[in-house]
């Protein structure tokens, strides 16, 4: 059974295309996390969760677009798309929102823009 | 401003030596740290913990070190094996939940 699954696991797309990147946690934490790795693998946090109420949210362009259906999901939607947007994106979530214990990761979404 | 660094982008090691990899922080708030190992393709692993009224925290083959004087955490691997090649992650987590982390090592063990 995988934790944290994400899909699709590679995305190549178009400038100015939108696009989503879905997440679903079979864990029963109530707090999940979108990260963003670029190329130099440094991982910078753009949003996070709790039981569906956003709590952070970095310095993100308004293109992107968390969506957190239920505490189990949560999905990034992407407008107009542009090349730097291109990174490995990856969800994460904890049982409590200090985040104590630890993260489970996702295995990532590679977004490339072209 | 946030910031976690790591003294070095890569550690060659031979295999059965055993690996510090260091890590110092900017934030004195921080109260919780996390050590990740993240290997090829996949996301990052959580190692180890350690919070901040511990100075050492054991774990199976892994300890990790916090000093807070000089806001430096290590970790070491004992008896380094090819399975522990990886990118290594330092992370703190401040209050408000937000893990910052830090650029990685890459850790490379020679057979």
């Known amino acids: 059974d995988t934790a944290v699954s994400q899909t699709p696991k590679y995305l190549v797309t178009q400038m100015g295309n939108d696009k989503s990147i879905k997440c679903e946690q079979n864990?029963?934490?109530?707090?999940m996390y979108w990260y963003k790795q670029d190329s130099k693998k440094f991982l910078k946090i753009m949003f996070s969760?709790?039981?569906?109420?956003?709590?952070i949210n970095e310095t993100v362009p308004n293109r992107f677009s968390p969506k957190s259906p239920d505490k189990a999901h949560l999905n990034l939607h992407i407008n107009s798309l542009e090349l730097g947007d291109s990174a490995v994106y990856f969800c994460?979530?904890?049982?409590?929102?200090?985040?104590?214990?630890?993260?489970?990761f996702g295995s990532g979404t590679r977004l490339t823009v072209v | 401003g946030e910031s976690v660094g790591l003294h070095l982008p890569t550690l060659s090691v031979q295999e059965g030596d055993n690996s510090i990899i260091n890590c110092a922080y900017s934030?004195?708030?921080?109260?919780?740290f996390i050590w990740y190992k993240q290997e090829s393709g996949k996301g990052p692993q959580f190692i180890i913990d350690?919070?901040?009224?511990?100075d050492k925290r054991q774990g199976q083959r892994v300890t990790v070190l916090l000093n807070k004087t000089v806001k430096h955490l290590s970790l070491q691997i004992a008896a380094t094996q090819p399975g522990d090649s990886a990118v290594y992650f330092c992370?703190?987590?401040?209050?408000?939940?937000?893990?910052?982390f830090g650029q990685g090592t890459t850790l490379q063990v020679k057979p």
């Open positions: 934030n004195s708030a921080s109260d919780y």
């Open positions: 864990l029963g934490h109530d707090t």
């Open positions: 994460a979530s904890s049982q409590e929102a200090q985040g104590t214990g630890g993260y489970t």
């Open positions: 992370a703190e987590n401040i209050y408000t939940g937000k893990l910052i």
């Open positions: 350690i919070r901040s009224n511990m």
């Open positions: 969760y709790n039981n569906k109420e956003l709590i």
